[in-house]
């Protein structure tokens, strides 16, 4: 079946580091590919998505180039800050489909 | 105006108690969901209505029952609460099934105690 595997937390980095947190995904078909992020204390919110090959996602410095060569959908950021901390989840979706797949979730602890 | 909300925010109860977390989307949305998230925060789907029609239904104990009065509702309610449902529970919305954002609520932290 279809599924997501994000690389495991928690990820420390200092503030101004780069970046990336590795997501793949096993599909059938063509899905759409997003990056949810949670803050402590708060629900999951989109931070990008992309619906299809080659597209890249982006928001707030971060970004995804969906890869169907390699079904990886890995978020990257080149300079992480404190308030970057937060749980981030993958997660695809068919068009029609009855549900969205998330990944595990990686959290990330950014230090001053 | 909060997108999706949920009342209450916490709650804290005995073993065997029935409980209902409320959940209101003010969207527009078709489709709204219910997840279970536990410690180590992994997201698990429960149910999902689409126009107040049941399209998800996982692998859930009979205990734990939804009902959607109209789209923009969606309730759970839980009997004989047990150790093991102590999570935080996420209301979601959609503005239909399939790629589509999902947009959450802040969630309610449930203990059992």
């Known amino acids: 079946g279809d599924s997501v595997t994000q690389m495991e937390g928690p990820v420390t980095l200092s503030e101004e580091a780069f970046l990336t947190i590795n997501c793949t995904y096993t599909a059938t078909g063509y899905p759409s590919l997003f990056w949810y992020v949670q803050y402590p204390g708060e629900g999951l919110q989109l931070l990008l998505k992309?619906?299809?090959?080659?597209d890249k996602g982006s928001n707030k410095g971060f970004e995804a180039t969906y890869r169907k060569e390699t079904t990886s959908f890995h978020l990257e950021k080149g300079s992480v800050q404190v308030s970057d901390s937060a749980v981030y989840f993958c997660?695809?979706?068919?068009?029609?489909?009855?549900?969205?797949?998330f990944g595990a979730g990686t959290r990330l602890f950014v230090k001053a | 105006d909060t997108a999706v909300s949920q009342t209450p925010k916490y709650l804290v109860t005995q073993m065997g108690n029935d409980k209902s977390i409320k959940c209101e989307q003010n969207?527009?949305?078709?489709?709204m969901y219910w997840y279970k998230q536990d410690s180590k925060k992994f997201l698990k789907i429960m149910f999902s209505y689409n126009n107040k029609e049941l399209i998800i239904n996982e692998t859930v104990p009979n205990r734990f029952s939804p009902k959607s009065p109209d789209k923009a509702h969606l309730n759970l309610h839980i009997n004989s609460l047990e150790l093991g449902d102590s999570a935080v529970y996420f209301c979601?919305?959609?503005?239909?099934?399939?790629?589509?954002?999902?947009?959450f609520g802040a969630g309610t932290r449930l203990s059992v105690l």
């Open positions: 979601a919305s959609s503005l239909s099934r399939g790629q589509d954002i999902q947009y």
């Open positions: 969207l527009g949305h078709d489709t």
């Open positions: 997660a695809l979706v068919y068009t029609g489909g009855f549900k969205t797949i």
């Open positions: 992309a619906t299809k090959a080659d």
